[in-house]
């Protein structure tokens, strides 16, 4: 069985039992040496001046706003066919996500921010979904222009380089990252970082994620416990000496899969130098049946996600507009594996397997 990813491959190119057995003889499991290192290199990676780690991608999203304080009823953007936790970001917030539709690349729509901003309109916030860049430069003008924030969910776009100088995460106001084990930057575990070149932002997210204290015992803030312990921290430190390599092999391998998949009922996603294919997303109106075709030749797949935020009972409230590029996107796609460690034998065979589909 071709695995969609098989972390246990993944995770056995590094040498993590030395990481792990350092920070066991080091005695210090929390806000160590490998926190304060691991936030160093991140920044550095980012091309940011601070990053702030923290317990997963969802508090990392939750801490940047609550650090902005927006006033009750306060509105946010965001996409319609984004993951759920960057929705749940804002309304356990207590705060109005504003969900509008996607372009092509699976992306927040610019024109469709600006149809849905009001008066109470106070941040945009954008996600690389798949490892796509939203488009940037056209979003912080709206947003300059409006006088909005921008926070960028990059839990599916570690290190996605935009305009050839900057890196995701440095792109607006500031971005959140998720390591959840199967991300291209992935932990042992759950961890998140924000990154941002604000320092009184920076400052007070640091806070905020150690109960809102400003100085051993003083509370400046109602904060909340959400910290990255340190054998995450030795972990990815090792890890992410390999992202650039990871997000380059996985960048030949979608360019493979454009080139060479050739089934008319299957329609492939655009192929774009900047994406760092988190997911490579092909559409198919059989779906399941590809998926299980697929299953029964030895290749397993996955979906991102078969049901949309807006008609989970969890957001029933959202569930008064369509979203009918959404509602597509969710019943049609299906992921192919896509990672390093999969052998060129494993792709051609997944080629072939799917050009034979009837
Ligand atoms: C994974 C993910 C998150 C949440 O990250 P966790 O670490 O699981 O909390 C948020 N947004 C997107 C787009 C994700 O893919």
Known sequence: MIKYLDLKAINNKFNLSNAIKDTLDSGCYLFGKKIEEFEKEWAKYCKVKYCISCGNGLNALELIIKAFDFPKESEIIVAANTYIATILAISNNGLIPV???????????PDEIEKAITDNTKAILVTHLYGY??????????????????????????????????????????GAFSFYPSKNLGALGDAGAITTNNKELADKIRKLRNYGMASKNIFEYKGTNSRMDEIQAAVLLEKMKDLDNEN???KLIAKKYIDNIKNPKIQLPEFDTKCIWHVFPIHCEQRNELKQYLYDKGIETA?????????????????????????????????LPCNSTLTDEEINYIIKVINTWI
């Open 248 to 250: 380059k092999k996985r």
């Open 99 to 109: 969900l509008v539709e996607p372009k092509t690349n699976y992306t927040i729509d």
């Open 133 to 174: 860049p939203c488009d940037m430069d056209k979003i912080n003008d709206i947003a300059a222009f409006h006088n909005l924030k921008v926070i960028e969910d990059c839990a599916q776009a570690h290190g996605i380089i935009y305009k050839g100088i900057k890196r995701t995460g440095s792109l607006c106001d500031a």
């Open 303 to 335: 979906i991102h996600y078969p049901i949309p935020p807006h008609l989970q009972k969890a957001y029933e409230e959202l569930n008064i507009k369509i979203y009918p590029k959404t509602e597509w996107i969710y019943n049609t796609e299906l992921s």
